[in-house]
């Protein structure tokens, strides 16, 4: 994007969307994040996009991240970050 003066903006890929998706969508995301924790602590420490069942993206920035997930055709990505395991629960999910 550009301003009427030729200058760059910044745009930040992890800000709110435009649309986003209605209440109540993403139940596929939400169950799989709550019956596959052992598959995600091989992501602790990480932002993670998952798309339906599929993890399409991961990494330590969240903007890079969301990048990756939209050059994969994921307009809306649902972006979460796994925390680091405690003695508490072994995966730490963290919004």
């Known amino acids: 994007m550009a301003e009427q003066t030729g200058r760059l903006i910044e745009f930040d890929p992890v800000q709110s969307h435009p649309e986003p998706p209605a209440a109540g969508l993403r139940t596929r995301e939400l ?7 052992e598959v995600l602590r091989n992501f602790a420490g990480q932002w ?3 798309e339906g069942e599929e993890i399409v993206a ?12 939209r050059a994969k055709g994921i307009q809306v990505p649902y972006i979460f970050y796994v925390g680091n395991p405690t003695e508490v629960s072994p ?4 919004w």
């Open 31 to 37: 169950e799989w994040r709550g019956t596959h924790r």
């Open 58 to 69: 991961h990494g330590k920035d969240p903007q890079q991240v969301v990048i990756a997930a």
């Open 48 to 50: 993670v996009v998952l």
């Open 91 to 94: 995966v730490t999910l963290e």
